[in-house]
C-alpha cells in the first residue's frame, strides 16, 4: 500500500483531479466491477517522444491522456497490479489514448511558454477535456456499452 487514506488505486475511493503543472493528472473511478482511470499517457511524457518533435518535423507525437477500463471484481486497481506482470493489460476491456498535442482545442496556446507564461487557463483547458472524456467512458461503463 501507498500509505495514503485516500488512493484511488489502493482503495475503491472515486478522484477526479484538476490539471495542474507538474503533478500527475488522474481520473480514477470505481463502477460495479470495473474501475475507470484517465491518466498522463506514459507515452506523452516518454523523452523520446521530445526527441522525436525536435529531429522529425513529420512526427506526430503521442496523445496526451489515456483512459483505462479494468475488471478489478470487488477489489481495487491496486488488487490487480499485485497479482503481477502483465495483469493489469489482462483485466483491461478498454483502453484508448485522447488529446492529441495539435488538437484544435489547444491551438490559444501554442504560443505559450511553459516555463515563464501563466498556465492556470491551459491546465484549466486541459482539466475539462480530461474530464469530458472521463466521464463519457464512465457513462459508457455505468450504461453497459463497454465492456461490450
Partial sequence: MCGIDICPVHTRTD??????????????????????ATLDNPAYGNPLAA???????????????ITMVVKVGEGSLGDVLAEGSGELEKATVFKETFLSPNDPRLEEFLDLNPFSSDTSKFNERLTEIMHASHEMVMSSVKEGLIPS
Avoid: K, T
Avoid at 15 to 36: F, K, L, S, W
Avoid at 51 to 65: A, I, K, Q, V
Fill in 15 to 36: 478522484v477526479v483531479d484538476p490539471v495542474e503543472a507538474n503533478v500527475p493528472a488522474r481520473a480514477v473511478q470505481y463502477h460495479g466491477e470495473y474501475a475507470v
Fill in 51 to 65: 526527441l522525436g518533435s525536435l529531429l522529425d518535423p513529420n512526427y506526430e507525437p503521442p496523445n496526451m491522456f
